[in-house]
C-alpha cells in the first residue's frame, strides 16, 4: 500500500495549528498521505516514534468528523475510511511503511537535513514542481548522489516521473522557449514561431489498449510518439509559462467530447495588440487526419 510522507514547514501551517501530525486525504497516485510539520530541527527516527500517537489520533477524529459531513457515498471517501482504518489497527505502521517522502523546504535547508539524517534515503522521494527549472535538477542530483530514488510530479502530468524523464522534458520544453529567444521576434511573433513549432507534431491517438495518458500528458507526449489535442495544449502551455507569457489551457465539452486548447495573454506594441486570445495546436496539426474516429470515446480530452 504505497504511502507518502510529507515533511512540511511548521510556519507555513495555517489550520490545526495544535496538531503537527496529520494523516490527510491523498491524491493520485499516492494511496494514502501524512503530513509532519516541523522545522527540520528533529531527527528523521524521531518523527514516527510513538511519542506522537496521540496527535495522529486527533488528525483522525478531524477527518473522520469531517468526512461525517458527507452524504456522497464514493469510492474516494471510502479509500479515507480505509487508510484510518489500517492506521487506527496497525497503529505506526503507516508512517514507518511509507514508500514516498517529501521535503516542502528550499534547497539548502533539504541539502543539511539529508547530511544529518541519512538514513532517511531509505526512502523514495517525490518533488512537485510547478516551474521548469533544469538548474533545481542538477542541484537535487548533487545532493543526493543517486537518482534512482528521486520522483517527479509536474504540471501537465498526471503520474509520477523519475529524474532523467524529467530532465529530458525539462530540456526539450526549454531547447523550444531557447530557440525562439534567438530572433528579435515581437510577443506575438514569438508565440507563432512557438506555435508552428508545435503544431508541427503528428497527430496521433493511443491504441485502444494503451493507457490515454501517453498521448496527453506533458513528459509522454514529449517522449514519446503519441499526442493528441491534451498533449499539444500541455506543451504550448509549459513553453509559454517559462517564457513568462500569462497563459492557461482551456476545455470544451458537450455531452460526449472534450477538447484543450490554450488561451494567451498578449501585450504587443508592434502590432497594437492588448488582449486575450485562443490558440489550438490540434486543428493545425501536421497530417492530422479527420475522420470519424477522431473524438474517442466520452469524455476524452482530445
Same mark, same amino acid.
Given at each position: 500500500?504505497?504511502?507518502?510522507?510529507?515533511?512540511?514547514?511548521?510556519?507555513?501551517?495555517?489550520?490545526?495549528?495544535?496538531?503537527?501530525?496529520?494523516?490527510?486525504?491523498?491524491?493520485?497516485?499516492?494511496?494514502?498521505?501524512?503530513?509532519?510539520?516541523?522545522?527540520?530541527?528533529?531527527?528523521?527516527?524521531?518523527?514516527?516514534?510513538?511519542?506522537?500517537?496521540?496527535?495522529?489520533?486527533?488528525?483522525?477524529?478531524?477527518?473522520?468528523?469531517?468526512?461525517?459531513?458527507?452524504?456522497?457515498?464514493?469510492?474516494?471517501?471510502?479509500?479515507?475510511?480505509?487508510?484510518?482504518?489500517?492506521?487506527?489497527?496497525?497503529?505506526?505502521?503507516?508512517?514507518?511503511?511509507?514508500?514516498?517522502?517529501?521535503?516542502?523546504?528550499?534547497?539548502?535547508?533539504?541539502? #543539511?537535513?539529508?547530511?544529518?539524517?541519512?538514513?532517511?534515503?531509505?526512502?523514495?522521494?517525490?518533488?512537485?514542481?510547478?516551474?521548469?527549472?533544469?538548474?533545481?535538477?542538477?542541484?537535487?542530483?548533487?545532493?543526493?548522489?543517486?537518482?534512482? @530514488? /528521486?520522483?517527479?510530479?509536474?504540471?501537465?502530468?498526471?503520474?509520477?516521473?523519475?529524474?532523467?524523464?524529467?530532465?529530458?522534458?525539462?530540456?526539450?520544453?526549454?531547447?523550444?522557449?531557447?530557440?525562439?529567444?534567438?530572433? @528579435?521576434?515581437?510577443?506575438? #511573433?514569438?508565440?507563432?514561431?512557438?506555435?508552428?513549432?508545435?503544431?508541427?507534431?503528428?497527430?496521433? /491517438?493511443?491504441?485502444?489498449?494503451?493507457?490515454? @495518458?501517453?498521448?496527453?500528458?506533458?513528459?509522454? $507526449?514529449?517522449?514519446?510518439?503519441?499526442?493528441?489535442?491534451?498533449?499539444?495544449?500541455?506543451?504550448?502551455?509549459? $513553453? /509559454?509559462?517559462?517564457?513568462?507569457?500569462?497563459?492557461?489551457? $482551456?476545455? /470544451?465539452?458537450?455531452?460526449?467530447?472534450?477538447?484543450?486548447?490554450?488561451?494567451?495573454?498578449?501585450?504587443?506594441?508592434?502590432?497594437?495588440?492588448?488582449? $486575450?486570445?485562443?490558440?489550438?495546436?490540434?486543428?493545425?496539426?501536421?497530417?492530422?487526419?479527420?475522420?470519424?474516429?477522431?473524438?474517442?470515446?466520452?469524455?476524452?480530452?482530445?
Amino acid at each position: 500500500m504505497a504511502g507518502i510522507i510529507h515533511i512540511k514547514n511548521k510556519e507555513s501551517k495555517t489550520f490545526l495549528k495544535e496538531c503537527d501530525y496529520l494523516i490527510e486525504p491523498s491524491e493520485s497516485p499516492i494511496y494514502y498521505s501524512i503530513s509532519i510539520y516541523t522545522l527540520l530541527n528533529e531527527k528523521f527516527n524521531s518523527l514516527y516514534s510513538n511519542k506522537h500517537l496521540d496527535e495522529f489520533k486527533d488528525s483522525i477524529k478531524f477527518y473522520k468528523d469531517a468526512l461525517d459531513e458527507f452524504e456522497e457515498d464514493s469510492k474516494y471517501i471510502n479509500k479515507i475510511y480505509t487508510v484510518l482504518d489500517n492506521y487506527k489497527n496497525k497503529e505506526m505502521d503507516l508512517i514507518k511503511n511509507a514508500e514516498y517522502i517529501s521535503l516542502d523546504f528550499n534547497i539548502k535547508e533539504i541539502e #543539511e537535513y539529508i547530511k544529518y539524517n541519512p538514513e532517511i534515503l531509505c526512502k523514495k522521494f517525490i518533488f512537485y514542481l510547478d516551474e521548469i527549472d533544469i538548474s533545481y535538477l542538477i542541484r537535487l542530483k548533487e545532493i543526493f548522489k543517486n537518482t534512482n @530514488n /528521486l520522483y517527479f510530479m509536474i504540471k501537465g502530468n498526471t503520474a509520477l516521473i523519475n529524474y532523467n524523464d524529467c530532465l529530458n522534458t525539462f530540456k526539450y520544453i526549454e531547447d523550444i522557449a531557447l530557440d525562439s529567444k534567438k530572433y @528579435n521576434f515581437s510577443p506575438l #511573433e514569438q508565440i507563432m514561431y512557438i506555435y508552428d513549432n508545435i503544431r508541427d507534431r503528428i497527430y496521433k /491517438l493511443e491504441n485502444e489498449d494503451e493507457d490515454k @495518458n501517453i498521448s496527453r500528458d506533458l513528459s509522454k $507526449v514529449i517522449l514519446g510518439n503519441k499526442i493528441v489535442c491534451q498533449g499539444y495544449a500541455n506543451i504550448f502551455d509549459a $513553453v /509559454l509559462r517559462i517564457l513568462k507569457f500569462n497563459t492557461q489551457i $482551456v476545455y /470544451l465539452f458537450n455531452e460526449k467530447l472534450g477538447h484543450a486548447r490554450n488561451m494567451v495573454q498578449i501585450i504587443d506594441k508592434k502590432y497594437n495588440i492588448n488582449g $486575450v486570445y485562443y490558440f489550438d495546436t490540434t486543428w493545425d496539426s501536421k497530417k492530422m487526419k479527420m475522420t470519424l474516429n477522431f473524438f474517442y470515446h466520452t469524455n476524452i480530452l482530445l
